[in-house]
């Protein structure tokens, strides 16, 4: 049985989207038991809103306090101790339950998870793993916003994180690892892109195919991509910016006339189609790679199903023990040091 | 009468681009004159080919080499010394031509132009700028791949030559400038955009009103967007990757069936029409700005019309002697310091 502690104030909807989803991560899953952590009465009237059989694979852990989301982490991690991040981070901490799932404020999640989980043993901070949609599947990337500036041993670091994360989770033997770059020719990179490219050419974990510039995101033949916090959180959002751009785009254009109004209304299975094909729905649930246990960081604004691909995406790092297979990797690395 | 040098041999279609791009933009503006930097036959084919009464304002330039797309720019330097782009910028350094426009290799026309033509005082390098849709409209930004480490102090520059340009070219009188920025909190940035947001805040000549994210450049109320070089080519060609990624899915999934092919058919025009507004062609001509002259840089695989509009760009750089103004505010700046 794996047990998975929610964050159930976190994120933009609380209670009224981790609770259902919960129920629906719990219902698909018989070896999942979940503790929903946040204020019991918001969280029994979830839940006595809903059928359910299995709240035996469901218990209440009650929490008083509720860390915002422009709170600063300093401050959450030193007075919202009894907070329904920090309570469900402790569990974690204490062995009562193997992962954390949270779509709270992302700065207080990642300070409050290093301070109690720390992290491995020659990592400074966890940087952030997600995945995105691309014309052939999907493709993770690190980091997405955790680390601003990265050294070419870090961007290493996240190489083989992020390589022993798919090997486990995706079954992928060996993982096509690209690295984010500009083109333009003379001006190919930075030093620090020059030397982890080099460090990464001579590894033997990691599978490294070379650069990859913004587009190739989306088109390049990679499994994994790597870049520093800084760039890799200005790309995601980049192409959230641009997907909504086109989305208002085409709605506008749609309305300019009773005619195109209608086609609109005929074409809208089409468009919804390819919505839910890059829905961040599908993608949601970033891990916080180099921490000693399982936490995973749920989008803000997700919905239920969104929500419950987060916890979903937990369930299978503790079933293939994520961070006990990069601990071991990273260990072999820093001996060979 | 504006002159302007246009590298003839230069993007991924030469002259069958360039020339008929060159007859339209002299069509459309009777104060400009064009010299057509290249092989000569291969020109002359091209205006053969087309009909002609303002011929009077276009010469040729007869020059035997050209630099190819993957050269290194420090071979190029060396020995491409009559190449259509070298000689299009040794025609503007000779006062012959007001402004140079190149579709070839923008690693090689960085550095060319650099030694060439020079940068202006206290500027190291120069910036590439160029013009996004927005919802609302249209944003410039930059830096966009020239300088890939910037400091603050560099960073602070990109904020006073975009003011400057958008001032001449676009007569707003106090253009919004956003920094480009990531958002979780903690992690808000790193030094060097701290700094700058410093100096940002504290300067008379640049209207900084903030942060912007990545998803911010298509939506927030921005005239002017700095950033690094690295992070704005990466922020650049995502959004190039992201649209084409929804353009694949869209496609694939009109194709499903006779119904959404016919559906497909029907709704064409309507996507052509956003298709049209997003039109990279639209947004065609980056200036490398902190030279001491004008050099557009078109987009390699530009069209005619794109290739016109990167003309029609440097005509406007030429009418508000872009450079003169930048040169004087930075002077100022210098002088403060």
Request: glycine fraction near 8%.
């Amino acid at each position: 049985m794996a047990v998975i502690a929610l964050d159930a104030m976190g994120g933009d909807h609380g209670p009224s989207v981790v609770v259902p989803a919960a129920l629906a991560a719990v219902k698909a899953h018989d070896k999942l038991s979940v503790i929903l952590v946040g204020d019991s009465a918001s969280i029994q009237q979830q839940l006595g809103s809903l059928s359910e059989s299995i709240t035996n694979r469901m218990r209440i852990e009650h929490t008083a306090q509720i860390v915002e989301m422009d709170e600063a982490p300093s401050q959450a991690l030193r007075y919202k101790k009894n907070s329904s991040m920090r309570v469900a981070i402790d569990l974690v901490k204490e062995g009562l339950a193997q992962a954390c799932v949270s779509a709270g404020n992302t700065g207080a999640l990642m300070a409050t998870a290093r301070f109690v989980l720390r992290t491995l043993p020659g990592i400074d901070r966890p940087a952030i793993l997600a995945e995105l949609p691309t014309c052939k599947g999907r493709v993770r990337m690190l980091d997405l916003g955790a680390n601003v500036d990265s050294s070419a041993d870090h961007l290493f670091q996240f190489a083989v994180m992020g390589t022993v994360l798919i090997r486990a989770i995706d079954n992928i033997p060996h993982p096509k690892v690209g690295l984010l770059n500009i083109g333009a020719e003379e001006i190919k990179g930075n030093d620090c892109i020059k030397r982890t490219a080099q460090l990464l050419s001579e590894s033997s974990i990691v599978n490294y195919v070379g650069y990859i510039e913004g587009d190739g995101i989306f088109f390049d033949d990679v499994d994994l991509i790597v870049c520093d916090g800084f760039v890799g959180n200005v790309a995601l959002k980049t192409m959230e910016g641009a997907a909504k751009l086109i989305k208002c785009y085409l709605r506008d254009t749609f309305r300019r006339s009773w005619y195109t109004q209608l086609l609109g209304l005929m074409v809208k299975p089409v468009i919804q189609q390819v919505k839910k094909t890059i829905d961040p729905a599908n993608y949601n649930g970033a891990s916080l790679l180099g921490l000693r246990n399982i936490v995973i960081k749920s989008h803000g604004g997700a919905d239920i199903k969104a929500f419950t691909h987060a916890i979903e995406e937990a369930l299978l790092e503790v079933d293939k023990n994520v961070p006990e297979r990069i601990s071991r990797e990273l260990a072999v690395l820093f001996a060979e040091e």
